[in-house]
């Protein structure tokens, strides 16, 4: 990682001194915290690859006679939810600091890695944006791809993302596409309502959210209202449920510019992640004056159930191509 001082050395200076500055006045810019794996159902384990098994019944009742007329049957088939492997490597020599006005972070001794720079680093910098880039780029975006030796992998590669899952079982039959065609600001409303219609009527009486991004979110709320359906007083009024079902419009930082919609049971989405090793824990290692910071860790998204999934997204083309 390059440390880029060159502007406060114009402006302040090439030395340190002690102006009674220090870490509250380095100000930054609002970061995308982890949302998605909130309203997903976490599943601890440390297989790479969490299989899972999809059983479908035909139906058993018939009419009642005295022979034995055999009806009824199960079909078992194979799912899985993969832990992708990610990781962070950054390498710094802090003694940039030292002469400037952020001097102030590169006291504490002959150990580097134990000057106030590393800890700002690591509670401002690493945590938070490991955290904006598994949301923005990864858990519904990602498409992944096999890295190159020696070289840092690119955004969005470090696993398949939901999109890519919703794709894919659209594609493959297995997950419910539902045809409400482009969305519309003027009639995101009853575009909406059309969706849940379309679910399964044994799922309707089931507790879902309905996801989109947070433009189409608004859209939905601003289209309710121009119907007339609530007033704006107060915030505590603004409901995202759909009316006459326990389902409920959430919006997902992750699915920002698409326009793709997703419903599924809380239970039927999970997050799987290893019993011990999580993301923001950090080894850090001095080599001469440089100071190395790594971390590794495993996690997945997907679903239990492909057919408990419905989703706007179209076979081959539209909203749901790649």
Known sequence: MAITT???VQEYGAYYQDAGQNKKRILTMLSQGREITNFATPIKTDDTIFRLANATFRTLVQPFQKAFTQKGGVEIVPNEIRQYRF???DEFTPDELYATWLGFLAKGGLDRKDWPFVKWLIEVYYSRQIDQDMELNEYYKGVYKAPIAGTAGEDGTGMNGLKYQLVAGVNAGTINSIDIGELNADTIFD??????DEISE????IKMNVFMSRKWYKKYMQDKRAQGFY???SDKEIDGGIDFTPLDVKPLASMVGTDDIFCTPEGNFLHISPMTLTKNQFKLEEAKRAVAVMGDW???LGFGINQAVWTNIQKSTGSGSI
Do not use: R
Request: net charge neutral; proline share 0%; charged share 25%.
């Open 231 to 233: 007033q704006k007083t």
């Open 6 to 8: 060159t502007a406060i």
């Open 87 to 89: 990781k962070i490597d």
């Open 191 to 196: 575009q909406v309502e059309k969706f849940t």
């Open 298 to 300: 495993s996690e997945g």
């Open 202 to 205: 044994v799922y309707q009486g």
